[in-house]
């Protein structure tokens, strides 16, 4: 199979302008990752890939991030913006719109048991 050579993933991959500074530091999150150091192509998919190559990338791109210093502050960044592609904080694109839907569905219970209650103390 042929080969692409990879880049090393660049600040392009986390664009500057729309990251979040870290509050305990001056520089951005993003300037401490250690994916910054890995090839890029080991966290965005290639076209047409097959499903055990992306299966296997993917497990390979969250063992990156497991030993990531700011794994936290990229998973937040990416479920914010929200990043369509790629892993990000240990999370794929598919991992992300689940954690989403459950953060949704958890302020949404939680904004109808808080309503719930202030009826109840008015009543």
Not at 2 to 29: C, F, I, K, N
Not at 43 to 50: G, L, T, W
Request: with cysteine; hydrophobic share 40%; glycine share 6%.
């Amino acid at each position: 199979m042929l080969q692409l050579p990879h880049q090393p993933l660049q600040v392009a991959a986390v664009p500057s302008q729309r990251t979040p500074a870290r509050e305990d530091q001056a520089g951005p999150w993003h300037s401490e990752a250690v994916c910054r150091r890995d090839e890029a192509g080991l966290f965005f998919a290639p076209s047409k890939e097959p499903t055990a190559a992306r299966l296997s990338r993917e497990e390979s791109a969250k063992r990156v991030c497991a030993r990531c210093p700011v794994m936290v502050e990229c998973r937040e960044h990416a479920l914010l913006q929200p990043e369509p592609y790629g892993v990000w904080g240990g999370l794929t694109a598919a991992e992300r719109r689940v954690a989403l839907a459950r953060r949704r569905r958890r302020e949404a219970e939680l904004n109808a048991s808080g309503a719930a209650g202030r009826i109840a103390a008015a009543g």
